[in-house]
């Protein structure tokens, strides 16, 4: 299921693009001008969207962004793509399998089906000419950190080279893929950087809610009281514990730190769904020429189908988990 907190709109998105027209290096030359915006872009919507995701997801998303920007540019194959997830449709029995004592009827399979794509075709005759160099790859600890033998050697930095590790290896596929985007993209979208509630904030405005996504042993308390000190808005600061009957005072609390330009927040968004109706249209109400510059609404909910699509298309998302980063994530650790 998708997680129901992950809602970003093109509103949203238009307002990353136009703060990359602004941040992003000058270039009178316009080729120049359009890859420094591209690369400033991407990676700023790749932390945008990164801090709002829960760490399991992270990898998964750095994976879309990469095979959508290479389709869209023609640098990769619907077919090839559609492999990978799925391992091919088997429409007749492949041939017998020459290596049954140590590679899978269901590898030989995929490995079989996909000789017959366009980029791999005839694979499966180079593997068997390199049966003791692939036999030695397969039973590698590290498969995705070694070289691929025979002709195959052409796909180590390709796409193709993921079609290779599911058939043979699906059980390293997951750090194929970090590898994979780290090569094809950069490092950086591999390793998020550690989140940070100032930036955040700093990406905020009146009108936008910010919003804490949160998982079981998450606090923000201690670290939004923080900044709110540092910022000078500890002593106005109004704090919310929603549930029934609170509706009034969280509304009172809203129209006072909008005129007056505090900050405002209401924990626990997911247990008053009944009232979750008037915060969206409360939010709805918000205008740049009415707000306060000072004004922020902070909100925090445990991930929910009751939280108004609205806001969360439009606010600043934060999950709220352990520091862990994608590299342990997917190592255990």
Known sequence: NIEPMYQYSLQWFTVIFLASTKNSEASADLETRIRLLKTHFTYSLYINICRSLFEKDKLLFSFLLCTRMMRSSGALASDDFRFLLTGGIAVSKPPPNPFESWLAEKSWGEISRMSDLEHTKGFDQDFVKHETEWRAFFESAEPFKLDLPGDAAKFNKGFERLLIIRSIRPDKLVPAVMVFVADTMGQPFIEPPP???????????????????????????????????????????????????????????????????????????????????????????????????????????????????????????????????????????
């Open 195 to 333: 989140f940070n509630l100032a930036d955040c904030y700093a990406d905020s405005n009146p009108c936008s809610p910010l919003i804490f996504v949160l998982s079981p042993g998450a606090d923000p308390n201690e670290a939004l009281i923080k900044l709110a000190d540092e910022r000078g808005f500890g002593e106005t600061m109004k704090i919310v514990s929603l549930g029934q009957g609170q509706g009034p005072k969280a509304v009172q609390y809203i129209d006072e730190g909008y005129k007056n330009g505090w900050w405002v927040v209401l924990q626990n968004c997911h247990v008053y769904g009944s009232w979750m109706i008037s915060l969206e249209r409360i939010c709805e109400e918000f205008k740049p020429e009415t707000a306060h510059k000072n004004f922020r609404l902070w909100l925090t909910s445990y991930p929910s189908d009751v939280f108004p699509v609205a806001i969360l298309q439009n606010g600043v998302k934060m999950t709220m988990e352990p520091a862990k980063g994608i590299r342990l994530n997917v190592k255990g650790q």
